[in-house]
Nanobody
Framework: QVQLVESGGGSVQAGGSLRLSCAAFGVTVPFFRMAWFRQVPGKEREGVAVLYPSGGSTVYADSVKGRFTISQDNAKNTLYLQMNTLKPEDTAMYFC??????????????????WGQGTQVTVSS
């Protein structure tokens, strides 16, 4: 049974930092395409960053490039999202996603089969 459990969300002032974690059970993080998405009420879920297996190449949404870093700890089977220089527009529910297949664009929710329940990030100005 696959389970992704996010943690690390919270409230922070603009310019601050947070690190999100996604503990994976039933999937081996290094062998899966792993990603972070975010969603605000009334809007579609959007891709934030992806980490590919077999080399660990990364891709970021333009809105977070240079501020966010996606990484993994193979020993802990955990995915991370380090978020620096946070802005109020980063406020959202953040979700971890995993997929074995490499099909589909990484930023589309349909490209990922497994999802966590989300962790809320709130950035105040």
């Amino acid at each position: 049974q696959v389970q992704l459990v996010e943690s690390g969300g919270g409230s922070v002032q603009a310019g601050g930092s947070l690190r999100l974690s996604c503990a994976a059970f039933g999937v081996t993080v290094p062998f899966f395409r792993m990603a972070w998405f975010r969603q605000v009420p009334g809007k579609e879920r959007e891709g934030v960053a992806v980490l590919y297996p077999s080399g660990g190449s990364t891709v970021y949404a333009d809105s977070v490039k240079g501020r966010f870093t996606i990484s993994q700890d193979n020993a802990k089977n955990t995915l991370y999202l380090q978020m620096n220089t946070l802005k109020p527009e980063d406020t959202a529910m953040y979700f971890c996603a995993a997929e074995w297949s490499a099909l589909g664009h990484w930023s589309r929710t349909q490209s990922f089969r497994y999802w966590g329940q989300g962790t809320q990030v709130t950035v105040s100005s």
